[in-house]
């Protein structure tokens, strides 16, 4: 079945820093791909989005382009703050099923 | 802006009580779910529904019930709460298709039971 595998945490930057959390995925189909960020205390909420291979999804100043050749869905930010501690899921979802979500990673940001 | 909501936020209940979590939207989605969120963040996927009167146990087994008898309503039950149930507990909904459409989460509860 579907899958999304991302990078385990915690990951540690200080504030400015360039930031990557790793997403790859196996899907039958051709899914569309998320990041969502969960902040302490809350439910989860999309950062972005990306529909079709080489389309990018940007938020917030992250990004993550959709690469069907290497089935991968990196997330990126040039340089974070520590407003941006949280954890990132990535999830797939294709056809009529519920989205299929990685582990999570949590990022923490020093000053 | 999500217009989903859960309640309570938290709960602390002694073990064998009955309780309901409650989850409702104001968007009109067909779709909704439940999630059992670990302490360690990875979510399971315990329940979900397509529309009224339709649900569906998710990949992760779970003791809990739910019922979807109007669209904006989504409350799953505890019978009988153990510690085993202490855990974050969250809510979402999506329009008609799933595949690709944004999915909204409500806040969550915490259910803390001892």
């Known amino acids: 079945g579907d899958s999304v595998t991302q990078m385990e945490g915690p990951v540690t930057l200080s504030e400015e820093a360039f930031l990557t959390i790793n997403c790859t995925y196996t899907?039958?189909?051709?899914?569309?791909l998320f990041w969502y960020v969960q902040y302490p205390g809350e439910g989860l909420q999309l950062l972005l989005k990306?529909?079709?291979?080489?389309d990018k999804g940007s938020n917030k100043g992250f990004e993550a382009t959709y690469r069907k050749e290497t089935t991968s869905f990196h997330l990126e930010k040039g340089s974070v703050q520590v407003s941006d501690s949280a954890v990132y899921f990535c999830?797939?979802?294709?056809?009529?099923?519920?989205?299929?979500f990685g582990k999570g990673t949590r990022l923490s940001v020093i000053a | 802006e999500a217009d989903i909501y859960q309640t309570p936020r938290y709960l602390v209940i002694g073990t064998g009580k009955k309780i309901t979590l409650e989850c409702s939207q104001t968007?009109?989605?067909?779709?909704m779910y439940w999630y059992q969120q670990d302490p360690g963040m990875e979510l399971h996927l315990i329940h979900y529904?397509?529309?009224?009167?339709?649900?569906e146990k998710g990949d992760l087994s779970s003791e809990s019930t739910v019922s979807r008898i109007r669209t904006e309503h989504f409350p799953l039950t505890l019978e009988s709460a153990r510690p085993s149930h202490t855990s974050q507990y969250l809510c979402?909904?999506?329009?008609?298709?799933?595949?690709?459409?944004?999915?909204?989460f409500g806040p969550g509860t915490r259910l803390t039971v001892l």
């Open positions: 999830a797939l979802g294709s056809g009529n099923t519920p989205l299929v």
């Open positions: 899907a039958t189909g051709y899914p569309s």
């Open positions: 990306a529909t079709k291979a080489d």
């Open positions: 968007m009109g989605h067909d779709k």
């Open positions: 529904s397509y529309g009224v009167n339709s649900t």
């Open positions: 979402a909904s999506n329009p008609t298709d799933g595949g690709t459409d944004t999915q909204y």
